[in-house]
């Protein structure tokens, strides 16, 4: 007996390595929520709503290499949307799965729930559609091919695809022969057109041959696509020195030898890194730098195009040459293979290193002073463990962690392009399920908090064990910095964020609040000593949020007349 619709697209999802599935159940998805229950491979996990559900996706995503949301028609689908479109904007292959009113209720023109009363049935899905890189309505006629090409494209471009299934369809049993899928690190890119891969290997070999200041740019891109070992192997054979942008931080360990420091315009740590990565007279981008205004210091870096080589996913543009056809996976391996070949390696500024890389902060504060920010952060970074996933949300938070440097072997997830205040905590409950090895350590302001703070019980739920520290101010603090004037719309309704968990149903979680240095100290201490999850309220003066100088605020948004 062939598998059913629903039940061959949950095997073929789970063959790439997904184990868990985000959502709300809802009548219309019904089928596809049963047929979660019972799968072998897969598990539910019952998200606070379809936002957070959707979040979680976004994190479970990045570090298992692809995730599963699944939402109601209507309704559940457009709450999610908001989630799915970070996913589209930050590359990961979210796969949303939609349950739709059955084939009979469509036909017959029936006004049913989660619609407009218009017997538009079809009216959600370019909204949804829109969120992804590809979308198809399935059937048992065409589940087998539709499938493949939606997963082929949506891995292909590491990006999220919109899947619907009528109600009555799902149960029906599939035509056609079913396939059975490998997970997703043993998935290549397609292959490159041989004339275009080796015209970009010769420029950039003979780029680099004549270069006295090369220096490598590595992107996010590299995770997205399983290239992070292959990137490091290729720093090795080459020599080759390189920076990250806030967006691309920790990539490779920030204890890495190569490893000079995150270049951030005029933002850059450290300082004099920004002079070096500008006046490299061969930037290697790997992946295709985003140019946005977080992730260059309010668009205070200036890249000559002329010296930049951009190693897209699939394409390569170095000044006014492209090259089309090419993936990022075959130039890596090339360049690789022609280095080992080669004993020559780049010349780099005169083979002294430009620049060292922010050390330890240095500890401030002792005993009875109020926490903030200076005696912070300090204890933070040496708190945190070599195996440590960081995670921040959007905001003065995320500021100031990517100004940190991060002891040897922690990794970080922020959310940089999209900047969705709230995502830190659900996604934060995704990385935990689909990255068991690494201790989760979740930093997120009070603000943020509040929007997503739900997800605080499903992490109880499902038994993982995160450390969460919330950043307590009292008010939206990077709002406050881009506000010009205080205002009373940035102010936050006290909450008592140390009892929360207690109240979600989470047990065994440490607790605590932390107002002065000794205390958290002792916190951090404890946590540290405990084996389950934590979860600890620091103070923070919300007088630290002063609104930034009207000309920074101004090159941000670029309001005034010129």
Same mark, same amino acid.
């Given at each position: 007996m062939p598998p059913s619709v629903v039940t061959y697209v949950l095997d073929r999802l789970a063959d790439l390595g997904i184990g868990h599935v985000f959502g709300v159940p809802g009548d219309y998805s019904f089928p596809l929520n049963d047929a979660v229950e019972v799968h072998p491979r897969l598990q539910w996990v019952p998200s606070a709503n379809e936002l957070n559900a959707a979040y979680a996706a976004d994190g479970y995503a990045r570090r298992r290499g692809a995730a599963i949301v699944c939402t109601t028609y209507g309704v559940g689908e457009l709450s999610a949307l908001n989630g799915v479109m970070g996913s589209m904007a930050e590359r990961l292959p979210v796969f949303h799965l939609v349950g739709t009113p059955s084939v009979r209720i469509v036909r017959q023109g029936l006004i049913c729930h989660h619609t407009l009363g218009d017997t538009r049935y079809d009216r959600f899905e370019a909204i949804s559609a829109a969120a992804g890189c590809v979308s198809a309505r399935l059937t048992p006629e065409n589940v087998v091919v539709e499938l493949e090409r939606v997963i082929d494209k949506a891995l292909e471009d590491s990006r999220p695809a919109y899947l619907t299934v009528p109600m009555d369809l799902a149960l029906m049993p599939i035509t056609g022969t079913p396939i059975q899928g490998t997970p997703i690190g043993s998935i290549d890119q397609h292959a490159s057109v041989a004339v275009e891969l080796d015209a970009v290997l010769d420029l950039v070999m003979e780029r680099l041959a004549e270069a006295t200041r090369p220096l490598v740019m590595p992107t996010v891109t590299l995770k997205r696509f399983g290239l992070v070992e292959t990137f490091a192997t290729f720093l090795e054979v080459s020599g080759l020195a390189y920076a990250t942008t806030p967006m691309d931080k920790a990539l490779l360990s920030e204890g890495h030898p190569a490893f000079l420091g995150m270049y951030n315009g005029a933002r850059s740590t450290p300082a004099a890194l920004q002079g070096v990565v500008e006046g490299a007279d061969v930037l290697l981008d790997v992946g295709g730098l985003v140019m946005e205004d977080l992730n260059t210091g309010l668009w205070s870096g200036h890249l000559d195009s002329r010296r930049v080589i951009s190693l897209h996913a699939d394409w390569v543009q170095a000044g006014d040459q492209v090259f089309t056809s090419v993936s990022l996976s075959e130039v890596l391996a090339g360049l690789i293979k022609r280095f080992k070949a080669s004993d020559a390696k780049p010349s780099q500024w005169g083979e002294q290193r430009p620049v060292q890389p922010e050390p330890l902060m240095p500890l401030a504060g002792e005993g009875d002073q109020p926490t903030a920010s200076a005696n912070v952060y300090p204890r933070l970074q040496r708190f945190l463990r070599p195996t440590d996933l960081l995670m921040s949300d959007?905001?003065?938070?995320?500021?100031?962690?990517?100004?940190?440097?991060?002891?040897?072997?922690?990794?970080?997830?922020?959310?940089?392009?999209?900047?969705?205040?709230?995502?830190?905590?659900?996604?934060?409950?995704?990385?935990?399920?689909?990255?068991?090895?690494?201790?989760?350590?979740?930093?997120?302001?009070?603000?943020?908090?509040? *929007?997503?703070?739900?997800?605080?019980?499903?992490?109880?739920?499902?038994?993982?064990?995160?450390?969460?520290?919330?950043?307590?101010?009292?008010?939206?603090?990077?709002?406050?910095?881009?506000?010009?004037?205080? %205002?009373?719309?940035?102010?936050?309704?006290?909450?008592?964020?140390?009892? *929360?968990?207690?109240?979600?149903?989470?047990?065994?979680?440490?607790?605590?609040?932390?107002?002065?240095?000794?205390?958290?100290?002792?916190?951090?201490?404890?946590?540290?000593? %405990?084996?389950?999850?934590?979860?600890?309220?620091?103070?923070?003066?919300?007088?630290?949020?002063?609104?930034?100088?009207?000309?920074?605020?101004?090159?941000?948004?670029?309001?005034?007349?010129?």
């Open positions: 959007t905001g003065t938070s995320l500021l100031k962690l990517n100004a940190m440097r991060l002891p040897d072997g922690v990794a970080i997830e922020t959310q940089t392009l999209w900047g969705s205040i709230g995502w830190a905590t659900p996604a934060a409950l995704g990385c935990a399920l689909a990255d068991a090895e690494r201790r989760v350590v979740l930093v997120t302001g009070d603000g943020a908090h509040q *929007l997503t703070v739900q997800e605080i019980g499903v992490m109880g739920f499902t038994g993982v064990k995160p450390v969460v520290i919330v950043l307590n101010n009292g008010l939206y603090g990077v709002e406050a910095l881009l506000s010009e004037t205080g %205002h009373a719309y940035n102010d936050l309704p006290p909450w008592r964020y140390a009892q *929360l968990p207690e109240a979600f149903g989470c047990q065994g979680w440490w607790c605590g609040q932390a107002s002065t240095v000794a205390e958290l100290e002792q916190a951090l201490a404890a946590i540290n000593a %405990h084996d389950g999850a934590a979860y600890l309220e620091v103070s923070i003066p919300a007088e630290e949020s002063q609104p930034l100088p009207e000309a920074m605020i101004e090159t941000l948004h670029q309001t005034a007349t010129p």
